[in-house]
């Protein structure tokens, strides 16, 4: 049976020698989890000396040559792939403005879509499992993921890490929602369900299709016997540029989620290249919930005391969220407000968002912020201060998951 048949997706591996590397086999094992497998793409060994001029960019390393040569591989058409995956060593700096380099190649001069990643000693299959899937979806649900309108009566659910959502739609419209925290993953989806279901004022045997994501989505999909089982990136971009009615042409979407954060570039409702935090919660929704604790607010206060506050009045040391807590500690100590310190907690967010995510996508407006943490007044403005640009929160932000799956799942109603 050939790939295509058997819908394989080929994703060409783009990288600094990671296939030498003790990482690989956690890479393969993530890709046999999707349906897919690495290619190495086939290269002139000739042209490796010569690559930089190519890319405007001269590199003393071998091994980051060959990668810029194999990118133009792929793009030249040499290389037949499906997706391209982007990756270099965490540590190495050379390799990381190489990597942001070949990325922006590839979407300049091919429709394929990227995604990149920086590896340490210690990724796994399940940390990459994913961007991988979401690499995929793009591929296989091409078609689906053009959907614009919701039609019918359907359903979305978002198991999150922190938060448990739920949307019912009819006919492009919501007409039912639920937020509650997630505590048991089941428990709290069909609490959130119920909620949206009632508000709806309908049965679960009248909803014609219902999708899930998230964190828990296989475990609620396989429960609720969901149609549509799919990852966040591609659902919650889908979610956001409906939402913000930005469905056509380019948009940058920023999700702050509980307990990571996404940058996804879109253009025409489909992610091109993006990106996920994870390596630490400092730019989470985590953070604030700490943060507004220690200030003894709720954290749904925390924006209106940032909005009045000067985050330049407060030193952050660090990132990390438990050090970067105890720096937000240490100035209220020295007299430093509540409001400055909410100011100071949300510039930091998204100070790490910047440097951390958006140099891995092209940033381009409208820029719709959502997720649970774009509630927070302090952070849009943060964001905007930092960017000089509008950003846009629409109405539901923090339903994105939700509206996308319920979106999406109206694909599967039959006419």
Known sequence: MSDEESGLVKIALVSCGSEYAGVQPEFEAA???????????????????????????????????????????????????????????????????????????????????????????STSAGTLLTRLEALTTIVRRRHLLTREVQTGLTAGIDSGSTTTKAVVMRDNKIIGMGWVPTTKVLESAEEAYSIALKEAGVSREEIQALGTTGYGRFLIGTHFKAQLVQEEITVNSKGAVYLADKQKGNATVIDIGGMDNKAISVQDGIPGMFTMGGICAGASGRFFEMISKRLGVDITELGALAVKGMHEHVSMNSYCIVFGTQSLVNSLARGATPEDVAAAACYSVVEQIYEQQLQEVDVKEPLILVGGSSLIAGVPKALGELLKIDVLVPENSHLIGAVGAALLASGFVEE
């Open 31 to 121: 890709a046999a989890k999707v349906n897919a497998k690495f290619i190495y793409p086939e290269i002139d060994v000739s042209s490796v000396d010569t690559i930089g001029r190519d890319f405007g960019l001269e590199v003393a390393s071998g091994d980051l040559r060959l990668m810029m040569a194999r990118a133009k591989a792929v793009v030249e058409g040499i290389t037949n792939a499906d997706g391209v995956f982007i990756t270099t060593c965490f540590r190495c700096a050379e390799g990381a403005i190489v990597r942001n380099e070949v990325r922006r190649y590839i979407h300049e001069h091919s429709n394929i879509p990227v995604i990149s990643y920086s590896f340490t000693e």
